[in-house]
């Protein structure tokens, strides 16, 4: 009887000895963690990065991660580059134009690409049926980003000159107001300011077709990094690719996670779903459209870069070749 009270004493303190080293343990792996704040841009875009918090992706990486949401790639940019974020979620649009102010960053991969998510909106009172009526018209924009470049690619195309509209610079959330105000004619926002503005004016908007005309990716971007920030930039990239993987395999799941985040309704997303592709790369395609847009920002805003940067130095391939290499190619 004594033997087996001492077997169980024995058996009840062995026990407590793993539970106690296995919430140690754990206790260890979550201190290792890097703690960072990632700016994350308000929109459906940022998709893989909702999931990847609802899922729980991040937990099992070398990061713990904190979202401060913002209004666009822009703000975004500015909050890295202050310092005041580790990491942030631009477009290449905004890349191209701040490469050309000599600012010292990096994009470690891009996670989405659309080539409809700027859109061109007009009033059907101003009476604008083609691209070309455009001449005269007041155009709203949020210079700096994807909404400037669309615009001055799409009147090109049409063989219209930006002398012969009138741009006006808004902040991205100030865009639909001014449209609705009739401070301006047209707009050229990215979602979901395109269909909250075509929301609420219902017949008395056009949404023109202008999809495949350029094609806009959002990056994951940092300072330019040591060999801790790769590290915490491969971490952060493991966990988008668990969640692109399951947006992949679970859609419908995805969607209802990114309706709750940003409070949407489901209607919006099925309206921008179909435009999106959720995949990590670092490759030829976002180079090239990189320094398409940079060499459009030196002439149209007339810097006149005597030497213009060497694009490829504000990609860094490190953290992407860990997590996908089949992902990464561009020629550096």
Request: hydrophobic share 45%; proline share 4%.
């Amino acid at each position: 009887m004594g033997k087996n009270i001492f077997i169980l004493a024995l058996f009840g303190i062995f026990v407590s000895v793993l539970v106690f080293l296995y919430s140690n343990s754990q206790h260890l792996l979550k201190k290792n963690q890097y703690p960072i704040v990632i700016a994350v841009s308000k929109t459906p875009l940022s998709s893989p990065f909702y999931v990847a918090k609802s899922i729980n992706a991040f937990d099992s990486t070398c990061v713990s991660v904190t979202f401060e949401q913002v209004i666009g790639g822009q703000a975004a940019f500015a909050k890295v580059m202050s310092g005041e974020v580790d990491f942030g979620t631009s477009s290449d649009s905004v890349i191209a134009f701040q490469s050309l102010l000599q600012k010292q960053f990096v994009t470690h991969a891009m996670f989405v690409q659309s080539d409809n998510d700027v859109k061109l909106l007009s009033r059907s009172s101003s009476n604008i049926v083609k691209i070309s009526d455009l001449k005269g018209k007041r155009i709203g924009v949020t210079k700096g980003t994807a909404s400037e470049y669309f615009l001055s690619t799409l009147l090109a195309l049409h063989g219209v000159s930006i002398d012969e509209v009138e741009i006006q610079d808004f902040k991205p959330e100030e865009l639909s107001s001014a449209f609705i105000n009739n401070v301006v004619d047209a707009i050229a926002p990215w979602e979901p300011f395109a269909y909250q503005s075509a929301q609420q004016l219902l017949n008395e908007v056009v949404v023109h077709d202008t999809k495949n005309l350029n094609t806009l990716s959002f990056n994951l971007i940092s300072k330019q990094a040591d060999n801790y920030t790769v590290e915490k930039a491969k971490c952060i990239l493991e966990a988008l690719n668990t969640a692109i993987n399951f947006i992949a395999l679970k859609p419908k799941e995805a969607q209802d996670i990114v309706i709750k985040e940003l409070d949407l309704s489901p209607d919006f997303i099925r309206w921008v779903w179909p435009d999106y592709i959720f995949k990590l790369a670092l490759n030829q395609s976002l180079l090239l459209s990189i320094k398409s847009q940079a060499a459009w920002v030196n002439e149209t805003q007339m810097m006149n870069l005597k030497t213009p940067p060497n694009i490829n130095e504000f990609l860094d391939s490190r953290a992407m070749l860990q997590v996908d290499p089949l992902a990464v190619n561009i020629s550096l």
